[in-house]
C-alpha cells in the first residue's frame, strides 16, 4: 500500500499532442492513484479542468476524436499586429464549450504567461473564466493575446511547458506530471533563449515526489501540433496509456519496495 500524499496531476502544453494526455489520464484512472489537484499549461489547461471536473477517460478520448472543428487553420492576411495570425473564432468557441461542460470538483490551477514582465503566473479558484483557459493556449503570433485584469497574457506553456514548481505551491507533496511536449531541436534552443532572459521557474524543493510521464521521443514535427488528424490522436492516445502504465507500474513497485 502506497502511502497517502496530497498529490497533483500536473498537464503540459503541446497543442493537439495533448491527445497524448488523455491516453495517460485512462491510465492513471485505473491504476487507482487518488489526485487532489490538478494543474495545466496551455492544452494541458483545458484538459485539466476537465479532468478536475470529473470528465471520464472514455469522455476525454472522445472528445479528442472530435476536435476537427476548433483546430482548422484560417489565416487573417495582413497579419494584425498582436492580434495573431489566425482568426480565434472557432478557437474560442471550443474553449468555451469546454469551460462551460465543467466545473471543478478538484482543485484546479491554470498557468498563463504575463507577457509585460514575461513570468508564469498562476491562477485558481473562482477567478477562473474561458478567458484565462484560452489565454494559456493562446501561442505568441498565431492567436491573439488576452488583457486579464489589466494585465496581458499568452501561452501558459511559453516560459515552462511543464509546470511542476505550481504544484507545490498549491502544496502537493506528490507529483504526477505528464509531458505532451516534444519539440524540434531548433525550438528547443529558441525557448532556452527566452528562458534565459525572462527569470523564471523555481526549483523543487527537496522531498517532493515525482513521477514522469513523458514518450520516449517526439510525437510528431510542430505542423502535427497544429492540425487534427484521427489517425495522430489515436496513436498519440494509445502512446499515453502505455507510457503512463509503465510509469506508474515502476513507481509504484519502487515505491513498495522501498
Keep these: 500500500m502506497l502511502p497517502r500524499r496530497k498529490t497533483a496531476l500536473v498537464l503540459s502544453a503541446g497543442g493537439m499532442f495533448g491527445a497524448y494526455q488523455a491516453g495517460a489520464w485512462e491510465a492513471i484512472a485505473a491504476s487507482g492513484l487518488v489526485v487532489d ?54 478557437f474560442e468557441r ?44 493562446a501561442v505568441p503570433g498565431l492567436l491573439p493575446s488576452y488583457k486579464i485584469g489589466g494585465r496581458c497574457y499568452m501561452d501558459g506553456g511559453l516560459l515552462t511547458a511543464l509546470p511542476v514548481w505550481a504544484a507545490e505551491r498549491m502544496g502537493a507533496e506528490r507529483i504526477i506530471a505528464v509531458n505532451a511536449w516534444t519539440p524540434s531541436r531548433w525550438m528547443r534552443l529558441l525557448l532556452k533563449g527566452v528562458k534565459l532572459r525572462s527569470r523564471i521557474v523555481p526549483r523543487l524543493s527537496a522531498g517532493i515526489e515525482l513521477v514522469r510521464i513523458r514518450p520516449a521521443g517526439q510525437l510528431g514535427s ?36 522501498g
Design 222 to 257: 510542430m505542423r502535427d501540433t497544429l492540425v487534427w488528424k484521427r489517425e495522430n490522436v489515436e496513436r498519440w492516445m494509445e502512446m499515453g496509456r502505455r507510457d503512463a502504465s509503465g510509469a506508474l507500474a515502476g513507481w509504484m513497485n519502487g515505491a513498495q519496495a
Design 37 to 90: 489537484m490538478v494543474i495545466g499549461a496551455s492544452i494541458g489547461a483545458v484538459n485539466g479542468w476537465a479532468i478536475a471536473g470529473g470528465c471520464s477517460p472514455a469522455e476525454l478520448a472522445g472528445r479528442w476524436r472530435q476536435v476537427q472543428n476548433a483546430s482548422r487553420l484560417h489565416w487573417q492576411l495582413p497579419w494584425p499586429p498582436l492580434r495573431g495570425a489566425l482568426h480565434a473564432g472557432e
Design 94 to 137: 471550443s474553449i468555451r464549450e469546454v469551460f462551460e461542460a465543467f466545473r471543478p470538483a478538484l482543485a484546479f490551477s491554470a498557468v498563463l504567461t504575463d507577457l509585460r514582465r514575461m513570468k508564469p503566473v498562476l491562477f485558481g479558484g473562482g477567478e477562473l473564466t474561458w478567458r484565462h483557459l484560452a489565454a494559456s493556449c
